[in-house]
Nanobody
Framework: QVHLVESGGRLVQAGGSLRLFCAAGGRTIRNYDMAWFRQAPGKEREFVAAINYSGSSTSLADSVKGRFTISRDNLKNTVGLQMNNLKPEDTAVYFC????????????????WGQGTQVTVSA
């Protein structure tokens, strides 16, 4: 069973950058499509970005296009989320998720989740 651990979240000023990491343990993630979701206080979990098992295909939410980039390194068993030009509305807990199927923007499609990492963007 794959287990996921996110890191990299912290307090940052608006306009700044952060890189989040998702480290997978237990088994390789090379057969899994991966995604990032986020959840702000009082709001539902929302899709941020996804990447297929090989890294050849990605998808980004409209709200982060042009600012965020998702990547993966199957040799290191990691997934990254580069976040640039951060805005206060990006403040949320960011979760890494995995699916043995094809990625989608629906949280229910993912069977494996990390515990999340807090990103706070100050105005």
């Amino acid at each position: 069973q794959v287990h996921l651990v996110e890191s990299g979240g912290r307090l940052v000023q608006a306009g700044g950058s952060l890189r989040l990491f998702c480290a997978a343990g237990g088994r390789t993630i090379r057969n899994y499509d991966m995604a990032w979701f986020r959840q702000a206080p009082g709001k539902e979990r929302e899709f941020v970005a996804a990447i297929n098992y090989s890294g050849s295909s990605t998808s980004l939410a409209d709200s982060v296009k042009g600012r965020f980039t998702i990547s993966r390194d199957n040799l290191k068993n990691t997934v990254g989320l580069q976040m640039n030009n951060l805005k206060p509305e990006d403040t949320a807990v960011y979760f890494c998720a995995a699916t043995p199927g094809s990625y989608s923007d629906y949280a229910d499609s993912y069977s494996i989740w990390g515990q999340g990492t807090q990103v706070t963007v100050s105005a």
